[in-house]
């Protein structure tokens, strides 16, 4: 049988464990950084298949003349061996990628310069009033059209083209579309053929996220965790009405992301879509177990506020380690299984399901109870 810690003079020392974890996260994260995956910080992966076994030495010296930036692991699983390749994309594509948005863009703020110009000079022909104006956006719009035309032009020299610009400028703009295309398809077909010459019979899998699209899943996925902690601070502002709980709630939640982020860039656990959805888990979950402390302490009065916070930690004891050998099984499977996505989902689920014991019946119902004190006083 578990003592009632919390009828200890010094329960407020319990405090010390969490607020030790979030000093250590911060400094790792300060020092290491937090590692991303290719969802976020843009890049190719390319999953190797096969029944036979694949020289990694091999493959790795072959690839390092595409990407600087390269990662390569071999795996084994039931049906076989394979082999996993991270690399950057090609820094010449990704800047024609960027230039092809830019492009695109342009061509539709010509169109509507053209229908400017068009309707003006519509309007000129019964009006001589609106000749200037017609005049003007005439102007802007043949201006607007030697732009794009130029910026085709050099979206087919950084690509290496040298396929003729047709003089219409929106068949210009097509035919840089189409060759940017074709070029993004010889580069990949050069990769393959890497692949087939160490590994011909191995089945190949290609995925590629462009640093437009990974910056936009990026910005999107900090937006989540910011809207998460305020639409959650709202709520339990709602329910208690006094900052105390409010704050101690709020606290242990952040707290166990930030300490799971920290032990993610302790083990160089990537920070991907994954990842990610298993941090937004974790802060219901945070919240959850906040909750039922916090509930349990303030709104009932049977006991002492002591002996309810340590009912409340025995329940939420029992559900701190049912997820961490619930997802414990779900990441031994994905190790076995090399399925990487089941693994690091029950990795990150694991490691914030302990932190979650800490930040909340350390933390938390340290403040909670100090405040019930406070009040009593």
Known sequence: MIPNFYEKKDYRLLAVIPLILLIASFAIIFVK?????IELRGGLRITVQSAEPVDVDLLRERFSSFSKD???RGFENPTGSGIEI???????LEIAS????ALEASEKDLISAELNASYFAEQAKNDSSLASQAYA???SADA???KVYSDAKDLLALIGSSAALPSDVHGAVKLARDEFTAAKGRYREQLLVVVKQVAPNAAVSLREVG???SQFFFIKTREFVLYSFILSAIVVLIVFRSLGPSFA???GAATDVIVTLGAMSLFAIPLNLATVATLLMLIGFSLDTDMLLTIRVLKRSEDSPAARAFDAFKTGAMMNVTSVVAFGILAIFGMLLQIEVYYTIGLVAVIGSIVDLFATWCANAAIVLWWVERKKN
Do not use: D, H, W, Y
């Open 33 to 37: 950084g937090i590692p991303t995956g």
């Open 70 to 72: 390269l990662s390569v």
């Open 86 to 92: 991270e690399m950057s994309n090609n820094e010449a």
């Open 98 to 101: 960027e230039k092809l948005f």
């Open 137 to 139: 956006a005439q102007q």
């Open 144 to 146: 607007m059209r030697a």
């Open 211 to 213: 640093s437009v699209l």
């Open 249 to 251: 709630v709020i606290f």
